[in-house]
Nanobody, 123 residues
Framework: QVRLVESGGGLVQPGGSLELSCAVFGVDFNAYAVAWYRQTPGSQRKLLTQSELVAQITGSGKINYADSVKSRFTISRDNAKNMVYLQMNSLKSEDTAVYYC???????????WGQGIQVTVSS
C-alpha cells in the first residue's frame, strides 16, 4: 500500500531555513508528480485547495511554485531514493503551517497524502 512519511519540520527563527523530506513507499515513484501543500493555523478546511499549494514537481522534473514562496523555496526529487524535498529559506512567520506531501498523477488526481508536519517560524 502507498505510504508517505514526512520529516524535517520544527521550530525556526524568522530568516532561518528548514528542509522537509517526504519518503514514498508502495508505488512506482517515477509515474507520479509530487506537491507540497500547507494549511495555516486556524484553518477549518478539511481538504486543501489550490490556494494552499506551495510547490509541485512532476516525474520529469517540471516545477511550479506559489508566488509567495518563489525565490525562497526549492522543491526537488530523488527518483532513485523515492524521496521528495522542500528546502525552505528566508522563512517568515507567515510560512507557519502544517505542510503536507501529496503524491498524484493523471490516473489518480487526488492521490495519496502524508499526515502533515508542523513548521513554526517564530522569534
Amino acid at each position: 500500500q502507498v505510504r508517505l512519511v514526512e520529516s524535517g519540520g520544527g521550530l525556526v527563527q524568522p530568516g532561518g531555513s528548514l528542509e522537509l523530506s517526504c519518503a514514498v513507499f508502495g508505488v512506482d515513484f517515477n509515474a507520479y508528480a509530487v506537491a507540497w501543500y500547507r494549511q495555516t493555523p486556524g484553518s477549518q478546511r478539511k481538504l486543501l485547495t489550490q490556494s494552499e499549494l506551495v510547490a509541485q514537481i512532476t516525474g520529469s522534473g517540471k516545477i511550479n511554485y506559489a508566488d509567495s514562496v518563489k525565490s525562497r523555496f526549492t522543491i526537488s526529487r530523488d527518483n532513485a531514493k523515492n524521496m521528495v524535498y522542500l528546502q525552505m529559506n528566508s522563512l517568515k512567520s507567515e510560512d507557519t503551517a502544517v505542510y503536507y506531501c501529496n503524491l498524484y498523477n493523471d490516473y489518480d488526481p487526488f492521490g495519496s497524502w502524508g499526515q502533515g508536519i508542523q513548521v513554526t517560524v517564530s522569534s
